[in-house]
């Protein structure tokens, strides 16, 4: 049992070893200060471009209805640089983007979320923001993250993880303080936020890192955290299925969280009505290719 303990040890590091070597993609941080407004316009005028984006957005399984929203949020973002609610909305924006993509299509589009994420916390707190400009490891930037951070740190570690998977391994190596520690500070304040992605997005971590087989249990703990306190959201049972149930092999489980999602009613929570609806796509997909 020793030596066959030892031997299980090496090759885990001997595969963190070969990943780690790798290449690593490399993405600039937008950590900085808002700049200046395009010009001047009315309170009113920004009321509406934003009362605009929101109306889209809501739309947005709509065709047309997710770049409407871009539009009229950025239109608000022009003359309002320092709005962080604006810039949080369209880094959700462009994370949609990126899930509906593929490819380097994709990765861009993550990139993309992960700097208006970066901007958005910026133009909120700029303690934070100072931390990050100054080199300072992430667990330090992101001590001063405030319970009002919690959203725009769950979209920041979600764009940066799915970024990451896109460039392989290596680079989620490189990124894997960041993503851990925004998440984690995002769960410290609140475990529900963005429908459990806290403890989603860490889970996904769990099983992409090489050392998967390590962690598995943690991601068990944490998909099933994320399930309980968003049951709702069908997106994370998908990838509760993909990511942890196929790495353990346990095919009742995966078929039965599939199952589970295809009996939901997408529309139990309005406002992720859309990724529900993708998350049902997906899942009759998946079982169809066991078929």
């Not at 608000?76 to 709005?83: F, H, Q, T, V």
């Not at 997106?235 to 999602?261: C, F, G």
Request: hydrophobic letters at 50%.
């Amino acid at each position: 049992m020793r030596a066959t303990t030892i031997a299980l040890a090496t090759a885990a590091a001997v595969v963190v070893t070969v990943a780690a070597s790798g290449c690593v993609a490399k993405r600039a941080p937008a950590w900085g200060a808002p700049g200046l407004p395009f010009g001047a316009v009315s309170e009113q005028i920004l009321q509406d471009l934003v009362s605009a984006g929101d109306y889209a957005w809501k739309r947005r399984a709509e065709p047309g209805q997710l770049d409407a929203a871009a539009r009229a949020w950025g239109a608000a973002l022009r003359y309002n640089p320092s709005d962080a609610g604006v810039l949080l909305n369209l880094a959700r924006v462009a994370l949609r983007r990126g899930v509906e993509s593929r490819g380097a299509g994709a990765a861009t589009r993550f990139d993309e979320a992960a700097s208006y994420a970066e901007r958005a916390l910026s133009a909120r707190n700029e303690k934070l923001m100072d931390a990050a400009r100054a080199g300072k490891s992430p667990v330090e930037v992101f001590t001063h993250a405030e319970p009002a951070d919690a959203a725009a740190l769950v979209v920041y570690a979600q764009a940066l993880l799915d970024w990451s998977i896109a460039h392989g391994t290596p680079t989620l190596l490189k990124k894997r303080e960041w993503i851990e520690a925004a998440a984690k500070r995002a769960l410290a304040f609140d475990p529900a936020v963005g429908f459990a992605a806290p403890n989603r997005i860490l889970g996904v971590l769990d099983c992409e890192l090489p050392e998967a087989g390590q962690n598995l249990r943690d991601a068990l703990e944490r998909f099933e955290a994320a399930v309980a306190a968003a049951p709702a959201y069908l997106p994370t049972r998908i990838a509760y299925a993909e990511e942890y149930a196929t790495r353990v092999r346990d095919k009742k489980l995966y078929e039965r969280l599939l199952e589970s999602v295809l009996d939901a009613d997408p529309n139990a929570l309005p406002e992720a009505a859309p990724e529900n609806a993708e998350a049902q796509r997906t899942a009759r997909r998946l079982i169809r290719g066991r078929r």
